[in-house]
Nanobody, 114 residues
Framework: QVQLVGSGGGLVQAGGSLRLSCAAS????????MGWYRQAPGKQRELVAT???????VYANSVKGRFTISRDDAKNTVYLQMNSLKPEDTAVYYC????????WGQGTQVTVSS
């Protein structure tokens, strides 16, 4: 089992920045990919960014050039640096970690005001 605890969400004005963190515990030693999805009201959950164990990354087109995903394997933590935030980035952000199955964090709200 892997437990994930996310933090760092909040309210920010358009153009601002936030940094999300997600720490894994439990059977975290064999985690492969980690990343972030988001879900806005009335919409499906969508990929934001993922990072593999070799640090290769995948980003949604909508966040390329604005968001940066990174991981610290010593701390079993994945980060999402979000810059130049837009109102359409408003959503609940969920972190995930893969270890033979996908585990999800509890979600953290990000609200970007115009």
């Amino acid at each position: 089992q892997v437990q994930l605890v996310g933090s760092g969400g909040g309210l920010v004005q358009a153009g601002g920045s936030l940094r999300l963190s997600c720490a894994a515990s439990g059977s975290a030693f064999s985690i492969t990919a980690m990343g972030w999805y988001r879900q806005a009201p009335g919409k499906q959950r969508e990929l934001v960014a993922t990072i593999a164990s070799d640090s290769s990354t995948v980003y949604a087109n909508s966040v390329k050039g604005r968001f940066t995903i990174s991981r610290d394997d010593a701390k079993n933590t994945v980060y999402l640096q979000m810059n130049s935030l837009k109102p359409e980035d408003t959503a609940v952000y969920y972190c995930h970690a893969d270890n033979r199955r996908r585990y999800w964090g509890q979600g953290t709200q990000v609200t970007v005001s115009s």
